[in-house]
């Protein structure tokens, strides 16, 4: 029979490793509000990252993400690092960016995404020269990449205030969004909803990307964003296992790599985006819907 000591060698590593797990998060009150941020982003970010895969418009975030740079660049000349002034300039700049392309591609032969391309290319060129000119390199660098580690009470109440409206959005505007991503010819022949549902969910897109901007940075903000979302089509065929395959893959992703990043002592967004990219990796060979090595496995024969 095991001893009592033999008994007891795995419950203490057990305790071990939720010690490990923990330890970081009661310990530090920066590691605590550093994870409740990335829950509130999570949350928010993965379902309309989902929507924008279904919609096929996943590049169109990553152009946003670029796009509220010079909004954000205009707020820190005005104000410093103030997260109010950087997040109003940013949303103002995303939002008129998201506006502009839409007009000219409904104006114009340009279709939207190459009028997308051409604002967000002006806007990232304009804020990078606006910080430069005015700031230093590690002004630079906190815009681009963020400081997760360094979030407060200010920040956590807008990604929270976030979260919530792009919930509330997206549950009022479900129907025509699922309608606009199977058929949108038919649902501007049956009414008038195409365009304000399109615009609504640019500007959840775009309130996502400011909120992502104050965690993780303008490069860094669409990764909490799309990867959970595309790891998702490996997990759920449809809206109702997609969006909580997201955002769970969003949250362990977040967790993750605040943990990859406090024992390894590297930069926090990077491990974060870095680790939710694992996770895709691993899905899009392991995934039950379409992974790869599902679809090498030999098929069984069909028996009478």
Request: one cysteine or more; glycine letters at 12%; hydrophobic letters at 55%.
């Amino acid at each position: 029979m095991p001893t009592l000591r033999a008994r007891r060698v795995p419950i203490l590593r057990a305790r071990r490793v939720i010690d490990l797990l923990t330890a970081p998060f009661s310990e530090f009150a920066f590691m605590r509000r550093a994870l409740a941020g990335c829950v509130a982003l999570s949350v928010g970010a993965a379902p309309v990252g989902v929507f924008l895969t279904l919609r096929r418009m996943s590049l169109m975030s990553e152009a946003m993400s670029h796009a509220i740079l010079p909004g954000a660049a205009v707020g820190f000349l005005v104000a410093g690092l103030s997260l109010p002034a950087m997040t109003l300039g940013g949303l103002a700049a995303g939002l008129a960016v998201a506006l502009l392309s839409g007009f000219v591609a409904r104006s114009t032969v340009l279709r939207e995404d190459a009028s997308l391309a051409a604002f967000y290319l002006i806007s990232l060129a304009a804020g990078v020269l606006l910080i430069s000119a005015r700031g230093t390199s590690i002004d630079l660098l906190h815009i681009l990449f963020g400081t997760v580690l360094a979030l407060n009470d200010d920040a956590l109440v807008l990604l929270g205030g976030i979260a919530t409206a792009t919930l509330g959005g997206l549950a009022l505007a479900y129907r025509p969004l699922v309608m606009e991503c199977v058929d949108p010819l038919f649902l501007r022949s049956v009414g008038r909803a195409s365009g304000p549902v399109h615009y609504g969910f640019l500007a959840l897109v775009v309130l996502n990307l400011v909120g992502g901007f104050a965690a993780l940075g303008t490069l860094l903000a669409v990764g909490l964003m799309l990867l959970p979302a595309v790891t998702a089509r490996f997990w759920a065929t449809d809206l109702t296992g997609l969006i909580p395959v997201a955002m769970g893959t969003a949250l362990l992703a977040s967790a993750a790599g605040l943990l990859v990043s406090y024992y390894g002592n590297l930069p926090t967004g990077p491990a974060i985006v870095l680790t939710a990219g694992g996770l895709y990796v691993a899905s899009m060979l392991l995934g039950p819907r379409g992974g790869l090595v599902w679809r090498l496995a030999p098929g069984r024969h069909l028996e009478a």
